[in-house]
């Protein structure tokens, strides 16, 4: 920024908007993150567990 903060105001209106940006891309992030942990994969079969006599 070239000019600076001139008063208190200015300073906290500007802390204030990069706040809410840093918490929108936080939300979406973590949501995002959610969403792929939590995504199952309907095409695949579970997988099964054959009996072989061995132990």
Known sequence: MEGGFYTLQDFMTF???ITYLIMIVSLC???GFWLFLTDRDTDTKPVEHHKTGHH
């Open 29 to 31: 992030a973590i949501t």
């Open 15 to 17: 802390t204030k908007g």
